[in-house]
């Protein structure tokens, strides 16, 4: 089965970039989507389709995806986007289904 | 406004049944493939079924297959999970969740809405 590897953990200064990767076999293949789940709630869509944003996201969320890597990128990093992200793909190669990464805890220091 | 509530959770013991329902609302119900994503307690997300508009494609993670059933009503606006021979290892806050995509099918779309999720706990 389709595996998606992400550092657990990310720590970046307010203000600065945070890139949190998304590692899999030829992942630059496939749709990426990316979730973002604060404490108690519920995940948010805040990319899809590699680059794509959902209404309401800030331009700070963006997204490339090439090889065997996707990278979610968070601009101007304010405190509350310290959150744990998930990417997200449909494995195709095993029987159509969905597979989460691990989960990275972004730490805003 | 899309509303998708989950019920059904609780606690049970090892090998019972229990059948998780999710209510959604604010969308044309019957437009849309639905999934169950679930997480353990301090662990991160697992998928664990997607069912399309008319229940023509279904989907399993290899954990759940066999013993989990999907499925959908959708005169009720309602989505199910029933999960039998549950064990330990289901606990877990269970997620129903919205597709992205309007076409009805299962196809690679993102879940771009999500209800609170209802908790299982199976222990004895």
């Known amino acids: 089965s389709y595996v998606l590897t992400q550092p657990p953990s990310v720590s970046v200064a307010p203000g600065q970039t945070a890139r949190i990767t998304c590692g899999g076999n030829?992942?630059?293949?496939?749709?990426v989507h990316w979730y973002q789940q604060k404490p108690g709630q519920a995940p948010v869509l805040v990319v899809y389709?590699?680059?794509d944003r959902p209404s309401g996201i800030p331009e700070r969320f963006s997204g490339s995806n090439s090889g065997n890597t996707a990278t979610l990128t968070i601009s101007r990093v304010e405190a509350g986007d310290e959150a744990d992200y998930y990417c997200?793909?449909?494995?195709?190669?095993?029987?159509?289904?969905?597979?989460f990464g691990g989960g990275t805890k972004l730490t805003v220091l | 406004e899309v509303q998708l509530v989950e019920s059904g959770g609780g606690l049970v013991q090892p090998g019972r049944s229990l059948r998780l329902s999710c209510a959604a609302s604010?969308?044309?119900?019957?437009?849309?493939?639905m999934h169950w994503v679930r997480q353990a307690p301090g662990k991160g997300l697992e998928w664990v079924s997607g069912?399309?508009?008319?229940?023509?494609?279904?989907g399993y993670a290899d954990s759940v297959k066999g013993r989990f059933t999907i499925s959908r009503d959708n005169a009720k606006n309602s989505l199910y999970l029933q999960m039998n021979s549950l064990r330990a290892e289901d606990t877990a806050l269970y997620y129903c969740?919205?597709?992205?995509?309007?076409?009805?099918?299962?196809?690679?779309?993102?879940?771009?809405?999500w209800g609170q999720g209802t908790l299982v706990t199976v222990s004895s």
């Open positions: 969740a919205k597709v992205y995509d309007s076409s009805g099918y299962y196809t690679p779309s993102p879940f771009d809405y």
């Open positions: 604010g969308f044309t119900f019957d437009d849309y493939a």
């Open positions: 069912i399309s508009w008319n229940s023509g494609s279904i």
């Open positions: 030829n992942i630059g293949s496939k749709s």
């Open positions: 389709d590699d680059s």
């Open positions: 997200q793909v449909w494995d195709s190669s095993s029987d159509h289904r969905v597979v």
